[in-house]
């Protein structure tokens, strides 16, 4: 048992020496020198865990994917409805802090070193593919939730299609996928924008940009 705990201590260890490396030198100073000596450990330490760059690079992505994937679920179970947990996991992927701002820099720099690697390319699209799904998925929600309440208060509506609660209309028009991704597209620009100079993109700025964006989604305005 202590002999396991070791080896899961020793792996912890170098998962989070890859990781903050990436996010405080680039993919360029992500070297295994770097790692080891973050670690605190030998460099064939790292090298019988991390064969080369590549296997470093791809363990930074997939720990990115896997905690940003954890928060959006805890965000999105904690919602009341579809729209405003659509907001939430929007929100939840934007560098309000320190340890989201590490991790906005980790997706720059893996996307950077993914130019020239087509292995890379594929785990970035496979990854930001599935936060798109998840937008189109509570996009869909969300639209479906609103034409239920449209139908329902129809004759409330004034002249100009805008309901007392001042709503844009019954929801956006468009396919749901081109939306989510315009929506996906936002946040990475955003994320990238705030990475790269976080005083002119404090946090209320970044939420009041995509409080923006996911409106235009959405097809309405969310109260608040």
Known sequence: MPRTRDADATRLRLSEAVFTTLADRGPVGLTLRAVAERAGCTTGLVLHTFPNKQALLLHARDVL?????????????DASDPAAALRAVVAAALPTDEATLAEARVWIGFLAAALSDPV???????????????????????????????????????????SEDGAIGGGAAGDVTVRAAALAAAVEGVSSLAAGDPERWPPVRQRAVLDRAVSDALGWRLPG
Do not use: K, P, Q
Not at 65 to 77: F, G, I, K, M, N
Not at 128 to 157: K, Q
């Open 65 to 77: 994917h896997e905690r940003t994937r954890l928060r959006a679920d805890r965000v999105e179970s």
């Open 120 to 162: 890379l390319v594929e785990r970035h699209a496979d990854n930001s593919g599935a936060f798109a799904d998840r937008l189109a998925r509570l996009l869909t929600a969300a639209d479906e939730v609103r034409a239920t309440e449209v139908d329902a208060t129809e004759s409330g509506a004034t002249e100009d299609g805008a």
